[in-house]
């Protein structure tokens, strides 16, 4: 046993550092911010080639659109200059990164029990009453529960599972739609969707939405504490705030 | 912190400017070049490789069926062959074959022929759904006696892209695809000049800078290295068009 030091007594005092995140979800978060990134610069050089979007099987020029999109400019595309072909280089190969990741944290989420412990939202949290008093702790910036500080708060848990169950499997399917060759091997996807150019344009949705996404958990990363936050997702390790 | 938050901010950034760095470079520029053929391995692998495009109804179909591409040739030969109502156009089919062939539009059309309505898909994102005439790629090649050396088909058109005629080209399990078709009718009538007349290609798996228009000759190869600039197409050789225009 050795004497104890001077500074031991102040150590419950000082903010505590847990494991915060299993090493499944920090190889799969970067794998896949770097294909989301990678495929929404990409897919908006691809609708720069043509930017109007339609509902139904066909969509062209003389037919109505439901959209039309701005031209996107090239501090947002991949490539910065336009270039049809390499952008769709760059997305149907991180589209596989994004396919294939999701596939792989799916399973280890699975087998980790990281889905059934971290995510599962029950219904009592769904009570109007719950998700006022949420709101208002993040109105508050309170992101976590001081009883239980590794636990995710509620609308962290819907907007990841709604990130992870929802909208990547429905970018990846209305991308798969939009192959002429997987539309002959697996129809059933273009009939789900409502045909091609609505699978077109939910991809587009889709996609909007997980920009959306990217930019609200950033600015939530830093509104946290980016240095803590991003020090979880890269050692697992986490300060619980005072 | 403050420095923290800027690279948080700016990394996205960051990242979409790198990507034009790295693609400059050649290893990065092959390994992300070769996602065609992880896709297209991935496609033949896990489907069916004679699965039918969709086909459609009549009540279905494109109002309008816009004209992409060339719109008319314009070359002396091509508007003499027009002049004269393609009677004198010819289809040569050479390569590495039994039988040379070199049929008229006539001979063309007293082969069986298939009719389909089925969707155009532009690499650019739109698609238009018309119905298409003509008798399939593969019966033609059968009667021309394609060899067992062949393990592709190039055709090559009368329009021209930068001085040369334009080419396409295709791997056999796609030539002899049914609805692999060389169409001269569209939506009931003959194929006209905006849509390829006298006779264009319908490879209904694959996106519409396949589906060569004007055709002139098909030729059976073993190899694509001396075609073109070996990568098998105009748009594959000019700009990086993935030549598995599967997806």
């Known amino acids: 046993m050795e004497a104890p030091t001077p500074q031991e007594p102040q150590r419950p005092r000082s903010p505590s550092v847990i494991r915060r995140h299993g090493v499944v979800t920090r190889v799969w978060h970067w794998v896949n911010a770097v294909a989301v990134l990678i495929l929404l610069g990409s897919g908006l050089g691809i609708s720069n080639a043509h930017s109007r979007l339609y509902w139904g099987r066909y969509g062209a020029n003389f037919d109505p659109a439901w959209a039309s999109l701005p031209h996107f400019p090239g501090w947002i595309t991949i490539p910065a200059r336009y270039n049809l072909a390499i952008s769709r280089r760059w997305h149907l190969f991180f589209a596989l990164v994004l396919g294939f990741g999701l596939l792989a944290y799916m399973v280890g989420g699975l087998l980790t029990r990281h889905f059934q412990r971290d995510l599962r939202i029950r219904g009592r949290e769904l ?3 719950a998700l006022w008093a949420d709101f208002r702790r993040h109105l508050a910036f309170r992101f976590h529960d001081e009883h239980d500080p590794r636990r995710y708060n509620l609308f ?8 992870l169950f929802v909208a990547l499997p429905l970018a990846i399917l209305t991308g798969i739609a939009l192959s002429p060759g997987m539309n002959a091997a697996w129809p059933w996807v273009l009939e789900i969707l409502g045909g091609r150019q609505s699978a077109r344009s939910i991809h587009f949705i889709t996609a909007s939405a997980l920009a959306l996404f990217t930019i609200v958990h950033l600015v939530l990363v830093i509104l946290a504490g980016a240095g803590n936050e991003m020090r979880s997702m890269i050692t697992g390790r986490w300060r619980i705030p005072e | 912190m403050i420095g923290r938050r800027t690279i948080l901010a700016g990394g996205a950034g960051l990242l979409l400017a790198g990507c034009d760095r790295i693609i400059e470079q050649p290893t990065a520029r092959k390994i992300l070049f070769a996602g065609e053929d992880m896709q297209k391995g991935l496609q033949r692998a896990l489907t069916n490789r004679g699965a039918l495009a969709p086909e459609y109804r009549r009540d279905q179909m494109s109002p309008y069926f816009r004209t992409n591409g060339t719109r008319n040739p314009g070359t002396p030969q091509y508007a003499a062959l027009l002049a004269n109502r393609f009677e004198d156009w010819r289809l040569n089919v050479g390569g590495l074959v039994g039988k040379p062939l070199s049929l008229s539009l006539r001979q063309i ?20 759904i018309g119905e298409w005439m003509g008798p399939m790629l593969g019966s033609i090649l059968k009667a021309a006696a394609i060899s067992g050396r062949a393990r ?8 021209l892209y930068g001085g040369q005629p334009y080419y396409e080209s295709l791997d056999l399990i796609d030539a002899f695809h049914p609805q692999t078709i060389l169409a001269w009718g569209m939506n009931g009538r003959m194929l006209d000049v905006g849509h390829g007349a006298p006779l264009r290609l319908r490879v209904e798996r694959q996106l519409g800078y396949k589906h060569a228009k ?10 694509l290295t ?10 594959e050789d000019h700009v990086d068009y993935d030549w598995y225009a599967g997806i």
């Not at chain 1, 962290?156 to 990130?163: G, I």
């Not at chain 2, 592709?152 to 329009?159: K, L, Q, R, S």
């Open chain 2, 226 to 235: 001396n075609i073109g600039l070996g990568k098998g197409g105009y748009w």
């Open chain 2, 109 to 128: 059309g007293e082969f069986p022929a298939r009719r389909q309505i089925t969707r155009h898909d532009c690499v650019e994102g739109w698609s238009a």
């Open chain 1, 156 to 163: 962290q848990k819907l907007s990841y599972v709604l990130v």
């Open chain 1, 127 to 129: 009570r109007p009453t």
């Open chain 2, 152 to 159: 592709y088909v190039v055709f090559t058109c009368a329009d």
């Open chain 2, 214 to 223: 004007y055709l002139m000759r098909i030729d059976a190869v073993a190899s």
